[in-house]
């Protein structure tokens, strides 16, 4: 089964800083100011696997299983590719916040 790639924009950004636990700021500002920043960074620092993987896991709300079976991968490598980006994306965050 073949799946649609799904393309980052404003309002993915916006999902996945949720999801990283950047929504606390009431600074809009800061807040676009962060989205552009996790955007760039899903981008240039995750792999395409990890960044497949993370889409499917936090904007397609996939179960790991059913993103293992789509991607022909064991559902360990899924986690693992996820966690690893999710480290990433944490890092470059903590550069950024005050």
Do not use: W
Not at 26 to 49: F, G, S, V, Y
Not at 70 to 80: D, F, G, H, I, P
């Amino acid at each position: 089964m073949r799946r649609e790639r799904m393309f980052l924009d404003e309002e993915n950004a916006d999902l996945i800083a949720y999801s990283l636990s950047l929504h606390g700021a009431d600074n809009r500002p800061e807040r676009a100011r962060m989205k552009r920043i996790m955007m760039r960074a899903i981008r240039h620092e995750l792999t395409d696997r990890q960044r497949e993987c993370v889409t499917l896991y936090y904007l397609e709300g996939m179960k790991m299983k059913d993103i293992a079976d789509a991607l022909c991968l064991s559902k360990s490598t899924v986690s693992r590719h996820i966690q690893s980006a999710m480290r990433k994306l944490r890092k470059v965050a903590s550069y950024y916040q005050k």
